[in-house]
C-alpha cells in the first residue's frame, strides 16, 4: 500500500504560481511512477504531468508545457508540479497518483495505468 497527500493548493490570481507537494508513505516510493492529474467539474480526469522512477522521463499534457514542472525527491518521498503562468482554465482539483512499475525509465498518462491515489488538492485560478 501507498499513501498520498496532497498539499499547495489555494486560491491564486491568474498569472500567479503554485507549488503542490504530494508526500507519499508505505511502499518504496522510488518504486513507482508518479502522475499529477486533475478534474475539473462536469470533466473527466485528465493527465497534467507525469515522472518516472528516476525523474529522468517525463511527461506534460500539452496544455501545460512551458508553464509546469515536475519533479520528485525520493529521499523525502515526495514529488511535486511548480505551475506557472497560471491560467482560469487551470481551475480543477489536483491529484496525485503512484503506478508501480518494475522499469526505472517508465511513466504513465492514462488513469488505469495508476494503482494509488490521494485525496486532491483545490487550486482556483481567478481571472
Known amino acids: 500500500q501507498v499513501q498520498l497527500v496532497e498539499s499547495g493548493g489555494g486560491l491564486v490570481q491568474a498569472g500567479g504560481s503554485l507549488k503542490l507537494s504530494c508526500a507519499a508513505s508505505?511502499?518504496?516510493?522510488?518504486?513507482?511512477?508518479m502522475g499529477w492529474f486533475r478534474q475539473a467539474p462536469g470533466k473527466e480526469r485528465e493527465i497534467v504531468a507525469a515522472?518516472?522512477?528516476?525523474?529522468?522521463?517525463?511527461y506534460y499534457a500539452d496544455s501545460v508545457k512551458g508553464r509546469f514542472t515536475i519533479s520528485r525527491d525520493n529521499a523525502k518521498n515526495t514529488v511535486y508540479l511548480q505551475m506557472n503562468s497560471l491560467k482560469p482554465e487551470d481551475t480543477a482539483v489536483y491529484y496525485c497518483?503512484?503506478?508501480?512499475?518494475?522499469?526505472?525509465?517508465?511513466?504513465?498518462?492514462?488513469?488505469?495505468?495508476?494503482?494509488?491515489w490521494g485525496q486532491g488538492t483545490q487550486v482556483t485560478v481567478s481571472s
Open positions: 508505505g511502499r518504496t516510493f522510488s518504486s513507482y511512477a
Open positions: 515522472i518516472s522512477w528516476t525523474g529522468d522521463n517525463t
Open positions: 497518483a503512484a503506478g508501480a512499475t518494475v522499469f526505472s525509465g517508465k511513466y504513465y498518462y492514462r488513469v488505469g495505468e495508476y494503482n494509488y
